[in-house]
């Protein structure tokens, strides 16, 4: 198994930047990725790491967000910049995927971590 636990939420203003870090432990899985559910809407994908370690992304991410991990302190990050009040969202991250990575389908889940921008 494996436990993930996000931190680096918070409220930014338009154009700022926020870096989300996602603690994990237990066992280790390739596929890790980032989602994220605004309110009264479904769960999306962001940006994932696939089975091989290849980067995929979403329209959502549109080139300001960057997913990265450091195995050494098993944490995966998303770095966030040129924010958006439509990012607004609770952010998850993911491991161990069941099939396409961009898409909620994913073995372990996180607690999330709310990112609110500001106009």
């Known amino acids: 198994s494996m436990q993930l636990v996000e931190s680096g939420g918070g409220s930014v203003q338009t154009g700022g930047s926020l870096r989300l870090s996602c603690a994990y432990s237990g066992d280790f899985f390739i596929s890790m990725g980032w989602f994220r559910q605004a309110h009264g809407k479904e769960r999306e994908g962001v940006v994932a790491?696939?089975?091989?370690?290849?980067?995929v992304d979403t329209n959502s991410a549109e080139g300001r967000f960057t997913i990265s991990r450091d195995n050494a302190k098993n944490t995966l990050y998303l770095q966030m910049n040129s924010l958006k009040p439509e990012d607004t969202a609770m952010y998850y991250c993911a491991a161990d995927t069941l099939g396409n990575p961009l898409k909620d389908e994913y073995r372990y889940w996180g607690q999330g971590t709310q990112v609110t921008v500001s106009s």
């Open positions: 790491f696939d089975e091989d370690g290849t980067i």
